[in-house]
Nanobody, 126 residues
Framework: QVQLVESGGGLVQAGDSLRLSCAASGRTFSAYGMGWFRQAPGKEREFVAAIDWSGGSTYYADAVKGRFTISRDNAKNTVYLQMNSLKPDDTAIYVC???????????????????WGQGTQVTVSS
């Protein structure tokens, strides 16, 4: 089992940037793909971005493509989500997740992720 702790959320204005971090502990971080999901009030959880175990492949939801960038630092056991040009629609709790299967190619499906963090709130005002 892996423990995940997110940080970096906050209240910003439309057009601003934020960088979220997710620190992992408890197992070999570098062997697993990672993902970011978000859930806004009254809405279903949705996929945001994912990165495979090596960092060589990344995936994005259409709503964030071109504005968000996922990356990882395996030496620091941390995955990041750089969010630029933020919009009010990006307001949500952002949750980090770790895949269950080692050395997978990355996934955007929640069922592939077996460990989840508590989340960090991102609020974008207009």
């Amino acid at each position: 089992q892996v423990q995940l702790v997110e940080s970096g959320g906050g209240l910003v204005q439309a057009g601003d940037s934020l960088r979220l971090s997710c620190a992992a502990s408890g197992r070999t971080f570098s062997a697993y793909g990672m993902g970011w999901f978000r859930q806004a009030p009254g809405k279903e959880r949705e996929f945001v971005a994912a990165i495979d175990w090596s960092g060589g492949s990344t995936y994005y939801a259409d709503a964030v493509k071109g504005r968000f960038t996922i990356s990882r630092d395996n030496a620091k056991n941390t995955v990041y989500l750089q969010m630029n040009s933020l919009k009010p629609d990006d307001t949500a709790i952002y949750v980090c997740a770790a895949e269950t299967r080692k050395f997978s190619g990355g996934s955007q499906y929640p069922g592939a992720f077996g460990s989840w963090g508590q989340g960090t709130q991102v609020t974008v005002s207009s």
